[in-house]
């Protein structure tokens, strides 16, 4: 070889050692492992990102399905509880009662009171079409029909006219109370209804009418006896003093009077009409507007607007003196002159020798006269002009029950033929 060409190439290409040369031997193996473990551990971090990923898209799928679950069901509430116009969007029936929670209550009751959002087109039906023939009463406020619904249980409808925004509120303070009241002397609102501009209220039917529609009706008082009359107006106490003591806040009926004590077949007698009711702490005379039926509104109120639990009284006591003496709260003497049975009556209840010449023929000479001084002399208390003379309602209640017999209610005890069901 060329000398030159010799020292060129010698740099270029030197001695391989023998360490070098084994390591160049095995080093396809360890690159081949070390890629495999690589690729290992790639592969189990691929897993576990794809379990993560599939627990994670099912948590989210499920809250999103529960999300559109309960948004259906808040606009499903939403709808049956919405007042239609026609009637056609409200509650099906089915059974007559069903839970009504739309109203927050007022009171902590332990009962839940079950009144229904009722279809136009069943009391429509129900009622004949309203026809005249049904009709068991009439007021300023539109007329009561008697029902026959689909179950054959009968019912009171009360159909309230116009839209005015006091027909308005007394609807809906009709709704609210007495969906959360109950009682035995009051009546049982079952159901309402909402078509347009006209407003039903479903009543348990009161087969004996009004108080009114006894005493000053066609009969005259005849279907009540002494022990019956005083068995109402104990009813009566026992309505009011549930409202004022037992309900909170207290409950001024702010209406109280004969044609809206009603009676059922028993003549139990029932409060009703608490459209102008108020709750106690609301009776400022500045945001009230007067409100009442003439003879039975206490003096204070109609002066002054001052509204108390007094108030109620007093018309209890106008009550219990048509009941006394079988007379209306307020009669006409001439076309433009009129009388109130308390400016009448005041001079000759408290003369026990005019007393018994007074009281209505019907009963006159079938109490004991004791008695009949007992319950004057209530009655006076109650319609006293001024107020704090006035008893609590409780006071009246627990005069009444020693005047009633056992039978019907009270604590007196007389022989059975004394008391004869009307």
Not at 61 to 84: A, E, G, N, P
Not at 136 to 144: A, D, Q
Not at 358 to 383: F, G, N, S
Request: aromatic share 6%.
């Amino acid at each position: 070889m060329d000398p030159s060409l010799s020292s060129i190439i010698s740099p270029i290409a030197p001695p391989i050692s023998p360490v070098f040369s084994a390591a160049a031997t095995f080093s396809p193996e360890v690159q081949v492992s070390g890629q495999k473990h690589h690729m290992d551990q790639n592969r189990k971090l691929l897993i576990a990102l794809i379990a993560a990923s599939t627990v994670l898209g099912a948590i989210i799928f499920f809250m999103i399905c529960f999300w559109i679950y309960h948004k259906k069901r808040l606009q499903k509430s939403d709808l049956d509880s919405s007042h239609s116009s026609d009637g056609v969007k409200g509650i099906a029936l089915g059974p007559v009662m069903c839970k009504f929670n739309s109203l927050k209550s007022t009171y902590s009751s332990k009962k839940a009171a079950s009144v229904c959002l009722m279809e136009y087109k069943t009391l429509e039906t129900a009622t004949n079409k309203f026809q005249e023939s049904e009709i068991l009463g009439e007021g300023g406020f539109g007329c009561v029909y008697k029902a026959k619904l689909e179950e054959g249980l009968y019912v009171a409808v009360k159909k309230l006219e116009g839209g005015t925004q006091d027909a308005i509120k007394e609807f809906e303070t009709e709704v609210e109370l007495l969906s959360q009241i109950q009682h035995p002397n009051i009546i049982s609102l079952l159901g309402y209804c909402i078509h347009g501009d006209t407003r039903l209220l479903v009543y348990e039917l009161m087969q004996n009418g009004s108080l009114e529609s006894q005493l000053h009706g066609p009969s005259h008082g005849s279907a009540l006896t002494w022990y019956h009359r005083m068995k109402i107006a104990l009813d009566a106490a026992r309505a009011l003093e549930y409202l004022h003591e037992h309900c909170n806040p207290p409950v001024i009926h702010r209406d109280l009077k004969s044609s809206n004590i009603l009676l059922d077949s028993n003549f139990n007698a029932k409060l009703s009409d608490f459209g102008l009711a108020v709750l106690g702490g609301a009776q400022n005379k500045n945001n009230i507007k007067l409100s009442g039926t003439l003879g039975y509104v206490a003096p204070e109120y109609l002066l002054d607007g001052k509204l108390t639990d007094k108030s109620d009284v007093y018309a209890f006591g106008v009550v219990l003196l048509e009941l006394l003496l079988g007379r209306r709260p307020v009669e006409k003497l001439a076309p433009a002159q009129c009388q109130s049975i308390v400016t009448w009556a005041m001079p000759q209840l408290t003369d026990r020798s005019k007393l018994p010449n007074i009281v209505d023929p019907v009963i006159k000479d079938t109490m004991d006269l004791k008695h009949l001084y007992q319950v004057a002399a209530v009655a006076v208390l109650c319609v006293q002009p001024e107020p704090s003379y006035r008893p609590l309602i409780t006071d009246v209640l627990h005069s009444l029950i020693p005047l009633v017999p056992v039978e019907l209610g009270g604590t007196l005890r007389v022989t059975s033929q004394h008391v004869q069901a009307p």
